[in-house]
């Protein structure tokens, strides 16, 4: 039997508590060995088998340790990574990666030359919205994809108290919050977007971020023979004071339209208390009610365009520990990572384009230096 991958978790607020710990926990192959929680004792509480450390320098100076979980603030993940990295430890690090492309791309670069794993945690390439409109694409179902319209819509109309994540500050804020989680998804399903445009602003009454964005991306599609290329069209949103929410995916191809409305229900289940069961274990893991599967609207024959046939798609279902199982892989040299860190920089490099985009008010090339 394998030796487990022995893993310390550094942080145990939302995310590490939420999104980390539950699941590294029950990966086959990994070890929850440690958590770091300066303060306070709910860790030791949910996990009475695992090492509960007071600092980080406890976590980078242990031997024992393989790989590090950053799930700090955002603007302590560069730091933290560098740290667990020149510790000789593989790092996954909670999204973003970084508050800059350049530290990103410094990161990559430690990383290669330490010869260890460097992975961003864009849990949202394994919600069951995102993978049923990735089955949806690649199937063709759609036809030609001519619009993808993603929404992650929230309603706080008043900042909360208490949380670095309302604190002014260049990682912080609504677009390195759920930003990541778009671009991340629409990278990972076209590519390199040729340009963007974007808006990023504040809307409510009262707040120290920015708390709402539009960012929209073009993708180029090659022409085929005497056919013009004809691109797709992304379109990227959030607002913190949308009281009715959009639907959170629609997409347009040349066949017909899906729309898909409401979240992935694993972090609402997380946060009521559900936590995964091993990975490989007979007991499943949060398949999606049927009343909030997603819609399809199809013209069979596209030359009578009012004969709609209209039916509901079983959504894939979401798992999060599939993160993890591929973090292992990684580590083990089984496989590559899904979610590489040139895929993280490349969410950063969006990110900075969205805001120069918005401070400039005019459309920008994309160019990836990785």
């Known amino acids: 039997m394998a030796i487990p991958i022995r893993t310390a978790v550094l942080g145990y607020g939302f995310a590490g508590r939420i999104f980390h710990s539950p699941f590294v926990r029950v990966v086959s192959g990994l070890e929850l060995s440690a958590i770091v929680q300066r303060h306070g004792d709910n860790a030791a509480t949910d996990y009475p088998g695992t090492r509960i450390l007071r600092s980080v320098d406890e976590a980078f100076g242990d031997p024992s340790i393989d790989l590090i979980v950053v799930a700090t603030p955002n603007d302590s993940h560069v ?3 560098r740290r667990a990295l020149e510790a000789g430890k593989h790092v996954v690090i909670d999204k973003p990666i970084a508050g800059s492309s350049a ?11 330490q010869g260890k794993l460097l992975a961003p945690f864009h849990n949202r390439r394994f919600d069951g919205d995102f993978l049923t409109v990735r089955k949806l694409v690649s199937e063709g179902k759609l036809g030609r994809v001519t619009l993808v319209d993603a929404h992650f819509d929230r309603f706080r109309p008043m900042p909360r108290a208490n949380t670095w994540k309302e604190a002014g500050g260049a990682a912080n804020g609504l677009l390195f919050d759920l930003g990541p ?10 590519g390199v977007p040729t340009s963007i445009t974007a808006s990023v602003r504040q809307e409510r009454d009262v707040t120290a971020i920015e708390d709402a964005f539009d960012i929209v991306l073009e993708f180029a599609r090659p022409s085929v023979g005497s056919e013009a290329a004809r691109g797709i069209r992304y379109e990227c949103h959030a607002s913190m004071i949308a009281a009715e929410p959009a639907p ?3 997409v347009n191809g040349t066949f017909g ?6 979240l992935d229900p694993q972090e609402a289940a997380l946060l009521g208390g ?5 990975l490989g274990s007979p007991e499943g893991w949060l398949p999606e009610a049927e009343s909030a599967w997603g819609t ?3 013209a069979p024959d596209p030359a009578e365009p009012t004969k709609i046939v209209r039916g509901k798609v079983p959504t894939e279902v979401g798992d999060y520990r599939q993160f993890y199982a591929n973090v292992r892989d990684a580590i ?10 040139e895929d993280g920089y490349r969410t950063i490099r969006l990110l900075e384009l969205a805001l120069e985009s918005s401070d400039h008010n005019h459309t920008l090339p994309v160019v990836f230096a990785a």
């Open 248 to 250: 959170h995916f629609r």
């Open 274 to 278: 559900a936590r995964p069961p091993e």
């Open 103 to 113: 530290d990103a791309l410094e990161l990559i670069a430690l990383a290669k030359k």
């Open 181 to 190: 989680h778009l671009l991340d998804q629409a990278l990972a399903l076209f």
């Open 79 to 81: 730091e933290m990574a």
């Open 332 to 341: 083990r040299g089984e496989a590559p990572l899904v979610v590489s860190p």
């Open 257 to 262: 339209s899906y729309v898909k409305t409401g």
């Open 296 to 298: 399809v609207a199809i």
